[in-house]
Protein backbone atom coordinates (compact mmCIF):
# COMPACT_ATOMS: atom_id res chain seq x y z
CA UNK A 1 0.00 0.00 0.00
CA UNK A 2 1.24 3.48 -0.95
CA UNK A 3 0.41 6.38 1.16
CA UNK A 4 0.39 9.80 0.01
CA UNK A 5 1.35 12.06 3.92
CA UNK A 6 0.93 15.19 3.63
CA UNK A 7 1.96 17.96 6.32
CA UNK A 8 -1.23 20.70 6.45
CA UNK A 9 0.88 24.02 7.82
CA UNK A 10 -1.91 26.62 6.68
CA UNK A 11 -5.03 27.38 5.20
CA UNK A 12 -3.85 26.50 1.58
CA UNK A 13 -2.71 23.20 2.47
CA UNK A 14 -6.04 21.81 4.10
CA UNK A 15 -7.69 23.17 0.80
CA UNK A 16 -5.21 21.14 -1.38
CA UNK A 17 -5.72 18.24 0.73
CA UNK A 18 -9.33 18.38 0.53
CA UNK A 19 -9.67 18.61 -2.96
CA UNK A 20 -7.33 16.02 -3.78
CA UNK A 21 -9.05 13.65 -1.21
CA UNK A 22 -12.30 15.06 -2.71
CA UNK A 23 -13.98 16.13 -0.11
CA UNK A 24 -15.59 19.49 1.08
CA UNK A 25 -12.96 22.06 1.93
CA UNK A 26 -11.70 22.04 5.63
CA UNK A 27 -10.07 25.35 6.26
CA UNK A 28 -8.91 24.51 9.78
CA UNK A 29 -7.21 21.36 8.96
CA UNK A 30 -3.14 21.58 10.24
CA UNK A 31 -1.04 18.92 11.44
CA UNK A 32 0.00 15.77 9.93
CA UNK A 33 -2.33 14.43 7.26
CA UNK A 34 -2.91 11.00 4.93
CA UNK A 35 -4.62 10.10 1.57
CA UNK A 36 -5.98 6.48 2.46
CA UNK A 37 -8.45 3.81 0.87
CA UNK A 38 -12.21 4.79 1.54
CA UNK A 39 -12.29 1.13 3.04
CA UNK A 40 -10.41 2.21 5.81
CA UNK A 41 -12.32 4.81 7.31
CA UNK A 42 -13.88 2.37 9.94
CA UNK A 43 -10.06 1.55 11.37
CA UNK A 44 -8.99 5.38 11.10
CA UNK A 45 -12.65 6.23 13.38
CA UNK A 46 -11.30 3.64 15.54
CA UNK A 47 -7.54 5.03 16.50
CA UNK A 48 -9.50 8.90 16.76
CA UNK A 49 -8.24 10.24 14.10
CA UNK A 50 -10.06 13.17 11.92
CA UNK A 51 -11.65 11.79 9.17
CA UNK A 52 -13.47 13.34 5.99
CA UNK A 53 -14.85 11.12 3.72
CA UNK A 54 -13.66 12.30 -0.32
CA UNK A 55 -15.06 10.74 -3.39
CA UNK A 56 -11.85 9.51 -4.24
CA UNK A 57 -10.07 8.72 -0.76
CA UNK A 58 -10.32 9.38 2.75
CA UNK A 59 -8.49 12.57 3.95
CA UNK A 60 -7.28 11.37 7.84
CA UNK A 61 -5.06 13.54 10.08
CA UNK A 62 -3.72 13.09 13.55
CA UNK A 63 -0.28 11.91 15.07
CA UNK A 64 2.25 9.62 13.16
CA UNK A 65 1.94 7.13 15.30
CA UNK A 66 -1.59 7.22 14.58
CA UNK A 67 -1.51 7.22 10.76
CA UNK A 68 0.56 4.55 10.90
CA UNK A 69 -1.94 1.72 12.74
CA UNK A 70 -4.75 2.87 10.54
CA UNK A 71 -2.06 1.53 7.38
CA UNK A 72 0.43 -0.68 8.89
CA UNK A 73 1.55 -2.35 5.57
CA UNK A 74 3.14 0.93 4.06
CA UNK A 75 5.69 0.53 1.85
CA UNK A 76 6.95 4.29 1.03
CA UNK A 77 5.51 7.36 1.37
CA UNK A 78 4.35 8.97 -2.35
CA UNK A 79 4.49 12.76 -1.59
CA UNK A 80 1.57 14.91 -3.65
CA UNK A 81 2.64 14.83 -7.14
CA UNK A 82 1.03 18.41 -8.22
CA UNK A 83 2.59 19.95 -4.99
CA UNK A 84 5.56 22.33 -5.19
CA UNK A 85 6.20 22.33 -1.77
CA UNK A 86 9.56 22.23 -0.85
CA UNK A 87 8.80 20.25 2.51
CA UNK A 88 7.50 17.78 0.03
CA UNK A 89 10.11 16.12 -1.16
CA UNK A 90 12.35 15.97 1.63
CA UNK A 91 14.03 12.33 2.16
CA UNK A 92 13.50 12.61 5.90
CA UNK A 93 10.17 11.46 5.64
CA UNK A 94 9.96 7.81 6.28
CA UNK A 95 12.00 8.08 9.60
CA UNK A 96 9.68 10.61 10.82
CA UNK A 97 6.85 8.76 10.28
CA UNK A 98 7.76 5.88 12.15
CA UNK A 99 9.12 3.75 8.55
CA UNK A 100 12.46 1.89 9.75
CA UNK A 101 12.56 -0.55 6.80
CA UNK A 102 15.20 1.40 5.28
CA UNK A 103 16.32 3.23 7.62
CA UNK A 104 19.81 1.93 7.19
CA UNK A 105 19.55 3.27 3.81
CA UNK A 106 18.05 6.24 4.19
CA UNK A 107 20.44 7.66 7.19
CA UNK A 108 23.08 6.81 5.02
CA UNK A 109 21.91 8.98 2.07
CA UNK A 110 20.89 11.53 4.14
CA UNK A 111 24.48 12.13 5.34
CA UNK A 112 26.35 11.59 2.22
CA UNK A 113 27.91 14.08 0.26
CA UNK A 114 25.12 14.16 -2.25
CA UNK A 115 22.49 15.84 0.14
CA UNK A 116 24.56 16.64 3.75
CA UNK A 117 26.51 20.15 3.33
CA UNK A 118 28.35 22.07 6.15
CA UNK A 119 25.59 24.21 6.05
CA UNK A 120 22.79 21.39 6.26
CA UNK A 121 20.89 19.13 4.55
CA UNK A 122 20.09 19.93 0.63
CA UNK A 123 16.51 19.96 -0.50
CA UNK A 124 17.22 17.25 -2.75
CA UNK A 125 20.06 15.42 -4.96
CA UNK A 126 22.03 17.74 -7.12
CA UNK A 127 20.44 20.60 -5.92
CA UNK A 128 22.28 23.72 -4.48
CA UNK A 129 19.32 24.76 -2.24
CA UNK A 130 19.57 23.51 1.10
CA UNK A 131 16.66 24.82 4.10
CA UNK A 132 16.98 24.90 7.29
CA UNK A 133 13.29 22.89 7.58
CA UNK A 134 14.76 20.15 6.08
CA UNK A 135 17.62 20.14 7.96
CA UNK A 136 15.59 19.95 11.71
CA UNK A 137 13.40 17.46 10.28
CA UNK A 138 16.41 15.29 9.59
CA UNK A 139 17.18 15.38 12.88
CA UNK A 140 13.80 14.91 14.27
CA UNK A 141 14.01 11.69 11.96
CA UNK A 142 17.73 10.56 12.81
CA UNK A 143 16.58 10.28 16.45
CA UNK A 144 13.94 9.14 15.93
CA UNK A 145 14.98 6.27 14.16
CA UNK A 146 17.68 5.49 16.98
CA UNK A 147 20.77 6.93 15.08
CA UNK A 148 21.69 8.42 18.14
CA UNK A 149 25.07 9.02 18.69
CA UNK A 150 25.70 9.89 14.58
CA UNK A 151 22.59 12.61 15.45
CA UNK A 152 24.02 14.20 18.12
CA UNK A 153 27.20 14.71 16.76
CA UNK A 154 25.64 16.58 13.31
CA UNK A 155 23.22 18.52 15.53
CA UNK A 156 26.04 19.56 17.39
CA UNK A 157 27.66 20.90 14.42
CA UNK A 158 24.52 22.23 13.22
CA UNK A 159 23.64 24.27 16.66
CA UNK A 160 27.03 25.73 16.65
CA UNK A 161 26.95 26.80 13.23
CA UNK A 162 23.75 27.69 12.49
CA UNK A 163 22.07 28.95 15.88
CA UNK A 164 24.67 29.97 17.73
CA UNK A 165 27.17 31.49 15.25
CA UNK A 166 26.82 34.48 13.13
CA UNK A 167 23.69 33.22 11.35
CA UNK A 168 20.04 32.97 12.90
CA UNK A 169 18.92 29.90 10.88
CA UNK A 170 15.16 30.66 9.17
CA UNK A 171 13.29 28.10 10.99
CA UNK A 172 14.08 29.60 14.30
CA UNK A 173 12.73 33.36 13.79
CA UNK A 174 10.10 33.89 15.75
CA UNK A 175 8.39 36.36 12.94
CA UNK A 176 9.88 35.69 9.19
CA UNK A 177 10.72 38.44 7.06
CA UNK A 178 7.68 40.11 4.94
CA UNK A 179 5.50 39.56 8.33
CA UNK A 180 4.99 35.71 7.15
CA UNK A 181 3.21 34.79 10.21
CA UNK A 182 1.91 31.29 8.87
CA UNK A 183 5.64 30.60 8.77
CA UNK A 184 6.55 31.04 12.62
CA UNK A 185 5.44 27.64 12.84
CA UNK A 186 8.87 26.44 12.32
CA UNK A 187 10.19 28.00 15.37
CA UNK A 188 9.24 25.04 16.64
CA UNK A 189 11.07 22.46 14.57
CA UNK A 190 14.08 23.15 16.60
CA UNK A 191 13.02 22.14 20.14
CA UNK A 192 10.80 19.15 17.76
CA UNK A 193 14.19 17.50 17.32
CA UNK A 194 14.39 17.04 20.70
CA UNK A 195 11.23 16.37 22.16
CA UNK A 196 10.15 14.33 19.15
CA UNK A 197 13.34 13.14 18.53
CA UNK A 198 15.92 12.76 20.98
CA UNK A 199 12.47 11.66 23.60
CA UNK A 200 10.27 10.24 20.99
CA UNK A 201 7.49 12.06 22.15
CA UNK A 202 4.30 11.27 19.96
CA UNK A 203 0.90 12.59 21.29
CA UNK A 204 -1.88 10.14 21.34
CA UNK A 205 -4.34 11.84 22.73
CA UNK A 206 -5.80 14.87 25.20
CA UNK A 207 -3.70 13.28 27.96
CA UNK A 208 -1.54 10.77 26.46
CA UNK A 209 1.49 10.09 24.37
CA UNK A 210 3.80 7.28 23.85
CA UNK A 211 7.83 7.61 24.33
CA UNK A 212 10.67 6.26 22.65
CA UNK A 213 13.70 8.19 24.23
CA UNK A 214 17.27 7.64 22.37
CA UNK A 215 19.95 8.50 25.34
CA UNK A 216 23.09 9.04 24.18
CA UNK A 217 26.04 6.56 25.13
CA UNK A 218 27.87 9.06 26.75
CA UNK A 219 25.15 10.57 28.92
CA UNK A 220 24.18 8.58 31.98
CA UNK A 221 20.65 11.07 32.16
CA UNK A 222 18.67 13.64 29.88
CA UNK A 223 15.59 15.43 30.99
CA UNK A 224 12.82 17.71 30.86
CA UNK A 225 11.54 19.48 32.58
CA UNK A 226 8.03 21.18 33.50
CA UNK A 227 6.95 20.70 29.97
CA UNK A 228 3.54 22.52 29.08
CA UNK A 229 1.99 19.93 27.40
CA UNK A 230 -1.41 17.93 27.95
CA UNK A 231 -2.83 20.24 29.71
CA UNK A 232 -0.45 19.77 32.57
CA UNK A 233 2.48 20.65 33.62
CA UNK A 234 4.80 17.82 32.57
CA UNK A 235 8.66 16.71 33.32
CA UNK A 236 9.95 13.59 32.29
CA UNK A 237 13.97 12.20 33.36
CA UNK A 238 15.28 9.14 31.16
CA UNK A 239 18.38 7.41 33.00
CA UNK A 240 20.87 4.74 32.24
CA UNK A 241 19.12 1.15 33.81
CA UNK A 242 21.10 -1.86 32.74
CA UNK A 243 20.59 -2.84 29.14
CA UNK A 244 17.32 -0.79 29.90
CA UNK A 245 16.46 2.80 29.80
CA UNK A 246 14.86 4.39 33.56
CA UNK A 247 11.91 7.04 32.07
CA UNK A 248 10.19 9.02 34.86
CA UNK A 249 7.24 11.04 34.21
CA UNK A 250 5.88 13.10 36.68
CA UNK A 251 2.76 15.73 36.12
CA UNK A 252 1.46 18.13 38.64
CA UNK A 253 -0.73 16.68 41.42
CA UNK A 254 -0.16 13.30 39.71
CA UNK A 255 2.45 10.24 41.60
CA UNK A 256 5.36 10.36 39.95
CA UNK A 257 5.24 6.82 37.40
CA UNK A 258 8.39 4.83 36.94
CA UNK A 259 8.84 2.59 33.45
CA UNK A 260 11.91 0.80 31.81
CA UNK A 261 11.85 0.74 28.43
CA UNK A 262 13.57 -1.77 26.30
CA UNK A 263 14.53 0.22 23.47
CA UNK A 264 12.23 -1.32 21.48
CA UNK A 265 7.93 -0.95 21.12
CA UNK A 266 7.20 2.89 22.25
CA UNK A 267 6.07 3.23 25.72
CA UNK A 268 2.47 4.48 26.36
CA UNK A 269 1.73 6.32 28.94
CA UNK A 270 -1.59 7.77 29.89
CA UNK A 271 -1.53 10.85 32.06
Not at 206 to 213: C, L, V, W, Y
Amino acid sequence: MRVRLLELQNESDALQACAAAGSAPDHELRGWAALVPLDLAQQADRRGLTVLRGSRSLLVAGGLLQLRDVAPAVSAIETPGRWRLPRAELPDRPLVMGIFEKKDQTIKALLSKYLWTKNGILTESGSATFWDRSTLYAFRGLFYAGATDTSLRYFTYYSSIRLLGEHVPYAVEAWPEGDQRHLSAESGLYCRVVTEGLFGIEPTGFNSFTIMPRLPGKWNSMSLEHIRAFQRDVSIKVSRWGKKERVLVAAAGKPVREYLWDGEKPLRITL
